[in-house]
Structure formats: structure tokens, C-alpha cells
């Protein structure tokens, strides 16, 4: 679906931002859906080698099943990666856990999987268990789930924590492009301690619409406060421009990019934390260190344990 930002373009003058010299890390590798291209995605063995290729954080897809759980899938029906046809909804979290995840991965690779192991659809909850020290950010995808439903059920599973684990909350943010999950979030919080809080993104509107008023307008209208921001969004990001006239209105392609320019204005916050999707080449890591990103969404970890080991650890901003 195409994106529409409506952007007035008014001359006005750019802004500056002063910094100070600092030194920041190498932006983390993100494993996008557990490594979607090196295993079948959002499954324990994507899981798995994507950490044992040095993915430092997993980005999994999450729905609600029949029963409420939070489960681990992302298309809108099974029938586009598994053995099963229908929604994710359909299903309690123990019938999907038998369900054969690995079906399109394995056709798409031309792989004849002879052996006896199953890999299914796992919960959260597993996935916390089994990961104790990991770093995951959950997508919600949800297409048919009830947002308050979601976010009560999400609660839950994050309460829902081992004597030897991190805490749930501490080590997960969420994602969502409809902005119903995050406020339905936003609402659960409000009974809730700091330290028990669900921990999210800003709204991909929102990240968005600021990206395209600095491209466009060089207008920087982000807070400079030092609360903790995360933002996500596309290195590039294809967009359809509307521009209002007295007449009417005119309509055209345009590309929102990150530059110097956007990070200065996303940092007036010392605590933002900006994460570039669909980082999966070298050049566009290239790009995205130079910007000193904190985070890079890869679908290959194993190709960017090869890419990093070249790069030096740490950059540093002026």
C-alpha cells in the first residue's frame, strides 16, 4: 500500500543543531523476522542461527491466536508460508505450534527436508523462555485482533517471567504501523510502574511526517527534551507527495532519505534511538554508519557477520 504524506513546501530557513563530539557504537545488527533470509522466518531455528551468526537483536512478527496468545507469524494467512491454510486467529497457540513453518522457506531454497524435526509457529512466551538475555523487538501485524485484546494478552506474557531472566520488559519494544496497538499500549500503561511498563516505538506517522517536513521543508519540530525516543523507518522510503493549491491540489513521487540534516534535528534528543530498515547490502550499511544509526534491521545475519567484521567498532560524530 502506498504511502500518502500530505507536505505543504514553504521556503523557510534551515536549522542548526550544535553537538558536541561523541562516540557512539556501531550500529546493532537487527535480525529482521529472525533472519528471513537464512531460515524459515520468526522460528526458534531463525532464531537460533541468527544468533550464532552475531545478530545483537531479533525483530519477530506477532499475532494473537484463537486463544490470546501472542504467537510468532507475519503474512495474514498460514497457506503463504506453512502446511495450513486460514488466519492466525483461527488457531489456538498449541494447534500452530504443530503447524510446518518451514514449507515456503524450504520450497523458495529448494530444500528436501527428510528429517524428523518440526519446526512450528512458537509463542512469545517460549520464545522469552528459551532466549533468557535477548533483546527482541516485536512487530504487532495482528490484522484481526482486538487492539486492547492484544495489548492486555502482550501484558500478560511479558509479566510472565523466570527468577534467572532479565526482565520481559527491559529487553523488548514494540513496533506496530497502526497507530490502534500502540495506543491500546499506551492505555495498559497507565496502571502500571515505570519498571512494568511496555516499552514501544514512536508512531511510524509520526517519524515519518517529521522526515518528510525536514527533506522537504527543512523544518525541525522534534522535541529537544531528554526523554527516551526509539523511531524506525526505511534508509530510503518511497513516498506520494500532495501539494494544496487555491485550485486544487498536485500529486508526485518523491523519496524520503535520511541525511546529516534528519539525524541532527531525530538528536536534538540526546536519547533518540533511530533503527534504518531494509539495511542489506554494504553500501547501505556503509551509509547508515556514516549517519551513526543505532540499529540496522538485516534480513541476513549471516551476510552481515562477513560485511561488520570489516568495519571498525565505533565511529565518531561532530
Not at 526458534?44 to 512478527?61: E, F, H, R, V
Not at 512450528?120 to 486492547?148: H, M, Q, W
Not at 517529521?210 to 527534551?225: G, S, V
Amino acid at each position: 500500500m502506498r504511502n500518502y504524506i500530505m507536505a505543504t513546501l514553504l521556503i523557510s530557513t534551515t536549522f542548526v543543531v550544535n553537538a558536541q563530539s561523541v562516540t557512539l557504537p556501531a550500529p546493532q545488527i537487527i535480525a529482521h523476522r529472525a533472519g528471513t533470509a537464512d531460515a524459515p522466518e520468526n522460528t526458534l531455528p531463525a532464531i537460533d542461527k541468527a544468533l550464532s551468526n552475531g545478530a545483537d537483536a531479533i525483530w519477530i512478527t506477532l499475532q494473537l491466536s484463537k486463544d490470546d496468545i501472542p504467537v510468532l507469524y507475519r503474512p495474514s494467512d498460514l497457506k503463504e508460508l506453512t502446511d495450513k491454510s486460514g488466519t492466525i486467529s483461527s488457531y489456538t497457540a498449541q494447534q500452530l505450534a504443530k503447524v510446518d513453518a518451514s514449507v515456503a522457506f524450504n520450497k523458495k531454497h529448494n530444500i528436501q527436508d527428510k528429517s524428523d524435526s518440526h519446526i512450528g509457529i512458537p509463542t512469545l512466551d517460549e520464545v522469552l523462555r528459551k532466549y533468557p538475555d535477548t533483546t527482541f523487538y516485536l512487530d504487532i501485524k495482528s490484522p484481526d485482533a482486538n487492539p486492547a485484546t492484544f495489548a492486555n494478552a502482550l501484558k500478560k506474557t511479558l509479566s510472565t517471567s523466570a527468577k534467572d531472566e532479565k526482565s520481559r520488559f527491559a529487553r523488548t519494544r514494540v513496533y506496530s504501523t497502526d497507530d490502534n496497538y500502540l495506543n491500546a499500549l499506551d492505555k495498559v500503561n497507565e496502571s502500571s510502574d515505570v519498571s512494568h511498563q511496555i516499552q514501544r516505538f514512536e508512531s511510524r506517522n509520526v517519524t515519518r511526517t517529521q522526515l518528510a517536513n525536514i527533506t522537504m521543508d527543512h523544518k525541525c519540530e522534534l522535541p529537544a527534551d531528554s526523554k527516551e525516543r526509539w523511531y524506525g523507518l526505511e534508509l530510503h522510503r518511497k513516498v506520494q507527495v500532495v501539494e494544496k493549491y487555491t485550485l486544487g491540489e498536485g500529486r508526485s513521487d518523491s523519496v524520503l532519505s535520511w541525511d546529516k540534516e534528519a539525524m541532527d534535528c531525530f538528536r536534538k534528543n540526546r536519547n533518540s534511538h533511530i533503527i534504518f530498515f531494509g539495511i542489506n547490502t554494504p553500501e547501505a550499511y556503509e551509509d547508515a554508519l556514516k549517519l551513526q544509526a543505532n540499529g540496522v534491521m538485516v534480513d541476513s545475519p549471516a551476510l552481515f557477520k562477513q560485511i561488520t567484521n570489516n568495519k571498525k567498532p565505533t565511529k565518531t560524530i561532530n
